[in-house]
């Protein structure tokens, strides 16, 4: 039956209260964007640097007790290997963790450091889904997607629930738009559960934006063949899921692509004018309002999802180069 299980607003709110009673809210920035006052969530300010632990505890704190000494198996660029591996150590639970090869060393280190076993692969000739199922099977263990998952859909979209109440607490009301970073669509599609009146606006790299594509064609559009390289190693997802795409297509929501050099821009801009350290997947929401893909407007609420960045490729963003 659990594979049946859809996301729903409720599971959204059953999340939001887990997650308050063990971490505080993440900070919400407000900043002036031609001359609107925007928000911004800033996940990249969460205990691992990025969002993924709201969806890991949701899923790890459902599994049932005499289950969860054969712990977690998960597939992950780093994100969302940290947040299982967080939420496992803090409930005990082995965790085993599928990471790409180039995965960046910052997001291996942090995984490793958690007390998680990591497992390589290329991520251009081999399937992580596979490999992690694999293990799953051999070890009796709880699969975890790292966002085909309703339990992880449900759990991102706390970080709406607390941006809701963070805003009213500003005196911006609800938000009417979140603009939203989307590698396979899980903390997009708990957003679009959390708020339904807002607009949802998904934001990938140029190359990689498949749900882009696919909202607009109406069904899933995988990632092209050789697809260009980019910096945003936290979306570099190859299909999105059913799941995340059917929560998206339902609330109609769009998405738009940035290039690299606007991704950047949009790192400097976050240090420079909120001193916070954005990784380049977790900038794309923002690079879209700077480029002016998406223009500013009142209500608009913009998602920092992650700051797990390499410190050399960053010092060389931060430079210019």
């Known amino acids: ?73 998960a597939f992950s660029s780093g994100n969302h290997a940290q947040g299982v591996a967080w939420a496992a150590k803090r409930l005990g639970m082995p965790a085993v963790i599928v990471m790409p090869a180039d995965a960046p060393r910052v997001k291996r280190d942090a995984t490793l450091a958690l007390g998680a076993e990591v497992v390589s692969y290329d991520r251009m000739t081999e399937n992580r889904e596979k490999i992690a199922a694999h293990l799953a099977h051999a070890r009796g263990a709880v699969l975890v997607p790292s966002f085909d998952d309703a339990w992880v859909i449900e759990g991102q979209g706390s970080a709406a629930i607390e941006a809701v109440q963070q805003m009213e607490s500003a005196g911006l009301g609800a938000p009417l738009r979140i603009v939203v970073p989307c590698g396979g669509g899980g903390l997009a599609a708990g957003c679009a559960l959390a708020v339904p009146d807002a607009e949802i606006v998904v934001v990938e790299p140029e190359g990689w934006d498949d749900m882009r594509r696919s ?84 209500g608009t609420l913009v998602m920092l999802s992650g700051g797990n960045t390499d410190p050399a490729a960053y010092a060389r963003v931060l430079a210019g180069g």
């Open 1 to 73: 039956m659990t594979i049946l299980r859809q996301p729903t607003r409720a599971g959204v709110r059953d999340a939001a209260a887990k997650i308050a009673a063990v971490l505080p809210p993440s900070p919400l920035f407000v900043h002036p964007l031609g001359g609107v006052a925007v928000a911004f969530k800033a996940e990249c300010l969460q205990p691992v640097g990025a969002f993924k632990l709201r969806g890991a505890w949701h899923r790890l704190t459902a599994i049932a007790a005499d289950e969860r000494a054969r712990g977690v198996v």
């Open 215 to 298: 909202l607009e064609a109406g069904w899933i559009e995988p990632v092209a063949p050789e697809p260009p390289p980019t910096a945003c190693d936290a979306l570099q997802t190859l299909r999105v899921a059913e799941r995340t795409f059917e929560v998206l297509a339902r609330r109609d929501a769009r998405g738009v692509a940035v290039r690299e050099d606007e991704i950047a821009a949009a790192q400097r801009w976050a240090a420079a004018e909120l001193r916070v350290v954005v990784e380049p997947g977790g900038a794309v929401a923002l690079a879209a309002l700077l480029a002016g893909r998406i223009d500013p407007a009142p």
